[in-house]
């Protein structure tokens, strides 16, 4: 279930072959049959010899030394790792429902758009389900933050808002959008089901590319009103493209399509003079894998220079046995693809608990407050191609990151007062 295995004897346990590094830890009994005590810490050697070392003074304590027989463990990290680890450990030995409830997964947040429907609409929903992918666009940090992105989002188009299943009559009342002009009013026939169905592939456009359609159009709209003279008609267009723009600046980082949400997230690694990789593809995780950067020269980016010695894959001479090699460009981009090819090839069967699980732990570590987000992320291009120049400059700044100690607080010690 774990990388390291280790037998357990209460009466000569071996602590120093434990490491004293974080990672995931089970303890197995002498029944194979029964569930494993299962967790992770920042510390597994001080952590287990807590648990299975005697204490004679405790008469109410349980003892867990008499009944543990194997140890196994993972080393970690990142937290990320460590979440993930867990939850796959948990998946084999508990089963997904479990698993699930041990880790307080909850479904992300999308907003999904009936395409199916006679009149589409968009809407908020924790329901993932496979079929409807081309349809979602998330995850959100919260269900909060996801409606009010979409009701700005909804003031640049006419789609309704309603939640009713709609039997267009002239009959009906309407609402306040349509009296706003907000709405096509699809309820009273206010538009032809034509005319609605291309307000709905608008938006479904906008959503897919990030708002990009709407602003491509919108900005050759203005462009060409512009350099036919007429200045009122693109100042008008102008305003248009700032909302436009406003709208798609609030939209999070993550939003994607769900087929197209995909991504290499590089995290800290346990190993020496690596990076571990993580893949996320259409929102499932695969990993980890570790990237060496053995030879990769790392620059320091805060420097002014424009040297073509300051980018990370400028490679300096790795002695080995046979003599002086030089890394070059190549080499390390054929690393990569490999480290890339092993995580397509982990990839688990796609499901709906499966991605959902999986978008959980993704959505807990990349909504963090970025002071406390370790790590980066490099999504994927439209064309679903993982940018190597831009995965070669995460590696070196994820690998340098890990190796900067923490900043000392020298905040000064302010004098207690006296009554």
Not at 288 to 303: K, Y
Not at 353 to 364: K, Y
């Amino acid at each position: 279930m774990l990388e390291q295995s280790l037998p357990f004897d209460p009466q000569n346990p071996c602590w120093d072959l434990i490491p004293a590094g974080p990672g995931v830890f089970a303890l197995f009994g002498s029944d194979d049959r029964a569930e494993p005590y299962l967790n992770r810490s920042p510390n597994l050697r001080r952590r287990l010899r807590r648990l299975l070392s005697p204490s004679p003074g405790h008469t109410k304590r349980l003892e867990l030394a008499a009944r543990i027989r194997r140890i196994e463990y993972t080393l970690t990290g990142s937290e990320f790792e460590a979440l993930f680890t867990l939850y796959q450990a948990s998946n084999t030995a508990f089963g997904p429902d479990r698993a699930r409830e041990r880790l307080h997964l909850r479904p992300p947040v999308f907003l999904r758009m009936a395409m199916n429907n006679e009149f589409p609409r968009v809407y908020p929903s924790t329901r993932l389900t496979l079929s409807a992918a081309p349809d979602l666009f998330g995850p959100f940090p919260s269900r909060w933050l996801a409606e009010r992105w979409l009701e700005s989002m909804l003031n640049l188009f006419l789609l309704r808002r309603c939640q009713e299943d709609l039997h267009p009559d002239p009959s009906h009342p309407g609402c306040i959008y349509s009296e706003l002009k907000k709405c096509l009013a699809p309820c009273f026939q206010g538009c032809s089901p034509e005319r609605y169905a291309q307000e709905a592939a608008a938006v479904h456009a906008f959503l897919a590319t990030r708002g990009q359609s709407l602003l491509a159009q919108l900005t050759a709209e203005r462009d060409a009103a512009s350099e036919a003279l007429d200045f009122e008609k693109a100042a008008d267009l102008h305003v248009k493209v700032t909302r436009v723009e406003e709208v798609i600046a609030a939209m999070p980082e993550a939003v994607h399509p769900l087929p197209r949400l995909s991504g290499l997230i590089l995290q800290p690694s346990s190993q020496p003079q690596s990076v571990t990789l993580f893949l996320l593809e259409s929102g499932r995780l695969a990993g980890p894998v570790p990237f060496s950067t053995h030879g990769m020269r790392h620059p320091n980016e805060q420097s002014s220079s424009s040297s073509l010695f300051a980018h990370p894959t400028m490679l300096e001479p790795v002695p080995l046995a046979e003599g002086p090699v030089t890394t070059t460009r190549d080499e390390l981009e054929a690393r990569l693809e490999s480290a890339l090819a092993t995580l397509r090839q982990s990839l688990d069967r796609p499901s709906s608990s499966l991605v959902a699980d999986h978008l959980s732990l993704f959505r807990r570590w990349f909504y963090r407050p970025q002071a406390k987000r370790t790590g980066e992320l490099v999504f994927a291009q439209p064309d679903g191609t993982i940018p190597a120049k831009a995965v070669l400059r995460a590696v070196s700044r994820v690998f340098r990151a890990a190796q900067t100690p923490p900043p000392a607080d020298n905040t000064p010690l302010q004098p207690e007062s006296t009554p």
